[in-house]
């Protein structure tokens, strides 16, 4: 938590593969995500991320962590990547309850624990908060929408990395 503690992030920054960011981080996750089924899309000529893999890779599993909690467990996690010109943007799926609408803001706040699940779910509070530190700390966004078809979409961006950038 230190190194991203707003105000004074330690990144260390580098080019990074999307594939290998998602396969590393699902790989970690494996205990978790065991049995669980998973759909992954990754756009065919993505562009490496200019990024933390530590610090990025802490934000995505962050969200996987979070669609294993609040969602059933027979029901799938999606991980996309896609990109639009220097943007890159990589998300999680789930198809649990969703979030209720005047809580869409308040989840990425410190210790915040949804009104409905807040006794159900085990958890601090401090998952999202991490992960839009760090994607901030990337210069880069985090969202989140519910979905149609039930369920939430969690995304960040981060940019693509370019031979010409200094890190």
Same mark, same amino acid.
């Given at each position: 938590?230190?190194?991203?503690?707003?105000?004074?992030?330690?990144?260390?920054?580098?080019?990074?593969?999307?594939?290998?960011?998602?396969?590393?981080?699902?790989?970690?996750?494996?205990?978790?995500?065991?049995?669980?089924?998973?759909?992954?899309?990754?756009?065919?000529?993505?562009?490496?991320?200019?990024?933390?893999?530590?610090?990025?890779?802490?934000?995505? /599993?962050?969200?996987? #962590?979070?669609?294993?909690?609040? !969602?059933?467990?027979? @029901?799938?996690? +999606?991980? =996309?990547?896609?990109?639009?010109?220097?943007?890159?943007?990589?998300?999680?799926?789930?198809?649990?309850?969703?979030?209720?609408?005047?809580?869409?803001?308040?989840?990425?706040? /410190?210790?915040?624990? #949804?009104?409905?699940?807040?006794? !159900?779910?085990?958890? @601090?509070?401090? +998952?999202? =908060?991490?992960?839009?530190?760090?994607?901030?700390?990337?210069?880069?966004?985090?969202?989140?929408?519910?979905?149609?078809?039930?369920?939430?979409?969690?995304?960040?961006?981060?940019?693509?990395?370019?031979?010409?950038?200094?890190?």
């Amino acid at each position: 938590i230190a190194r991203i503690e707003p105000g004074k992030p330690q990144i260390r920054r580098r080019r990074v593969s999307v594939r290998d960011l998602i396969r590393s981080s699902l790989h970690r996750m494996k205990t978790l995500l065991d049995g669980r089924p998973l759909e992954v899309k990754i756009q065919e000529d993505i562009s490496n991320v200019d990024a933390d893999p530590d610090m990025i890779g802490l934000a995505l /599993r962050q969200l996987l #962590g979070n669609a294993v909690k609040y !969602s059933p467990p027979e @029901t799938m996690i +999606g991980i =996309s990547a896609s990109q639009i010109e220097d943007t890159i943007t990589i998300g999680v799926r789930d198809h649990g309850p969703g979030i209720p609408p005047e809580e869409l803001d308040a989840i990425f706040e /410190r210790f915040y624990r #949804g009104k409905k699940t807040h006794e !159900s779910v085990a958890g @601090t509070g401090m +998952g999202l =908060s991490i992960a839009r530190d760090i994607v901030r700390a990337h210069h880069g966004k985090l969202r989140v929408q519910n979905t149609p078809e039930g369920g939430a979409q969690f995304s960040f961006t981060v940019s693509a990395f370019h031979e010409d950038r200094p890190s």
